[in-house]
């Protein structure tokens, strides 16, 4: 009789329990009905995200350093030495870029001679003080963020922290009444601002106000960078801060590549020279990659005598930048007449040519698509093959949680020729894989591995792989293929992709 009662008492407390977890259980449900993966985190904010999304965009370097031939102006420069022979035409420039595929432009308008290319109030070494009506009527920031919102493109502006020419600078002084400032009046050029380049150079000699001499600061705290990026934010929402903002990080290297294992995620005090290429995986900030390199073969600053970089050496570039989950930004430097020369405009063409004839034709949209496991569809929305294909960057094919593994087939009824393959994850939930490979079939029955000398590691928001595992000699004469497939190997959690594109 006591083992009857003991066995009704249990039942009677472990029902509500049961009918607890259901309970949990449905609230969950309720909680998450369009059954989206969770986060890995960290995440990128929304305007990193947007910024990612631009992908290729120019870097102009134009001001007094065109006209003395230097590239690091003291900042003892006359300001009559400004002195260009027509009217600088930043339209010219980001209509050249755009036809090279570019989405946008940063346009240097203060370097770290202080001088500036607009009519500030922080101080007399701008352009009003030029050396002829030219000069006098320049307007870089006004001109250039017009031009572009006439183009459709997206625009932003390099100011140097380091002010050679200034005597506050290594004061308070300096940070709170021309350093902000100067970026304040820049924000009010535009509200739509995508990014705002911050050198990161930490002072040395100067002339200072005709003190001359050394003045060394720490960045991490001098420019009072919380301040900074709550004073653009709020009149530029939208708007990166690059190097001293901390919100984008220098790749490493000034030559056009990324790694090939490649995190977003870093921590503050990562060395650049020696991990901005390759990001940090378990990083505890979103701080992804963007590679600044130029595509002339003397400085960043126009010099007479120099020549661009051919199309095919960009277009590599392009692979190891872009193609490797970081962004690239170009360098073309406009000449003394504040235009970009011929042979820089065929260069760019050149390489925006190489760049639709290679990876304008996605075969994928012609392929039959297969996975080994999808996830299980939400209320409204679903996580089947074909968001791989659909074009929208906001679907996503997944597996379901606990699975870190599985493998992508496509297949063609005819064999097609292919070079490269493309991978995108949907970064909003932060950067998952960290292995997979690549294989093809001429037959849809035995498979070759390619690419087996890359590291097929990260992928990021973009991966570009040569499937003969070279970028400088990319394009041969490609794999005859009637299936490919790409097998995620490992993963931080369920694996996502919003794109495979094959090419």
């Known amino acids: 009789m006591r083992k009857i009662c003991l066995s009704c008492f249990l039942l009677g407390w472990l029902w509500p329990v049961s009918g607890l977890s259901q309970l949990m259980l449905r609230d969950e449900a309720l909680a998450n009905p369009e059954n989206e993966p969770v986060e890995v985190h960290p995440v990128p904010h929304a305007r990193q995200l947007k910024w990612q999304e631009t992908e290729f965009y120019a870097f102009f370097h134009y001001g007094m350093n065109t006209y003395t031939g230097l590239e690091w102006g003291n900042g003892d420069e006359d300001e ?8 600088p035409d930043p339209r010219q420039w ?11 432009g940063i346009a240097v308008v203060k370097h770290h001679d202080g001088f500036c290319l607009w009519p500030t109030e922080t101080t007399e070494h701008n352009v009003t003080r030029s050396g002829n009506d030219f000069g006098r009527a320049v307007n870089i920031p006004r001109d250039f963020a017009a031009a572009a919102k006439e183009l459709g493109m997206k625009y932003g502006f390099y100011i140097s922290p380091w002010d050679r020419n200034s005597r506050y600078y290594g004061t308070d002084k300096y940070v709170k009444d021309v350093f902000l400032r100067q970026c304040a009046e820049l924000a009010q050029y535009g509200t739509d601002q995508f990014e705002m380049w911050f050198d990161g150079a930490n002072g040395g000699t100067g002339f200072y106000g005709g003190e001359r001499g050394t003045r060394n600061i720490d960045r991490s705290t001098y420019y009072d960078v919380p301040n900074l990026r709550d004073t653009v934010h709020k009149v530029c929402p939208d708007c990166v801060l690059w190097g001293v903002g901390g919100e984008a990080r220098w790749i490493g290297n000034e030559a056009g590549w990324a790694g090939e294992t490649n995190w977003s995620t870093e921590n503050r005090d990562y060395a650049p020279e020696k991990n901005g290429m390759y990001g940090s995986e378990n990083g505890w900030f979103w701080l992804p990659g963007e590679s600044d390199a130029k595509a002339t073969n003397r400085g960043w600053f126009y010099h007479d005598g120099e020549s661009p970089l051919s199309p095919e050496r960009l277009f590599q570039m392009y692979l190891e930048t872009v193609g490797r989950n970081a962004t690239l930004i170009l360098n073309i430097p406009p000449n003394k007449a504040g235009v970009l020369p011929p042979a820089s405009v065929n260069a760019l063409k050149g390489m925006g040519d190489l760049i639709k004839k290679r990876l304008g034709h996605d075969l994928a949209l012609s392929s039959i698509i297969a996975a080994s496991e999808v996830r299980m569809p939400g209320a409204t929305r679903n996580y089947g093959v074909t968001c791989m294909t659909d074009g ?15 493998v992508i087939t496509l297949t063609w009824p005819e064999k097609q020729t292919v070079h490269y393959v493309e991978l995108m994850e949907p970064i909003a939930k932060g950067q998952r894989i960290r292995k997979f490979k690549i294989e093809t079939s001429e037959d849809g029955t035995s498979w070759t591995r390619r690419a087996s000398t890359v590291e097929t590691t990260t992928i990021g928001y973009k991966r570009i792989i040569p499937l003969n595992g070279s970028t400088s000699n990319s394009y041969d004469i490609g794999y ?24």
Not at 94 to 104: F, I, P
């Open 480 to 503: 005859p293929v009637k299936a490919l497939r790409v097998t995620i190997e490992d993963s931080r959690a369920c694996p996502l992709l919003s794109k495979v594109g094959v090419y």
């Open 94 to 104: 980001l209509e050249v870029v755009q036809a090279a595929g570019m989405k946008g």
């Open 392 to 406: 929208d960057k906001n679907t996503y094919w997944a597996t379901n949680d606990g699975t870190t593994n599985a």
């Open 80 to 87: 009559s030495l400004f002195a260009p022979t027509a009217a």
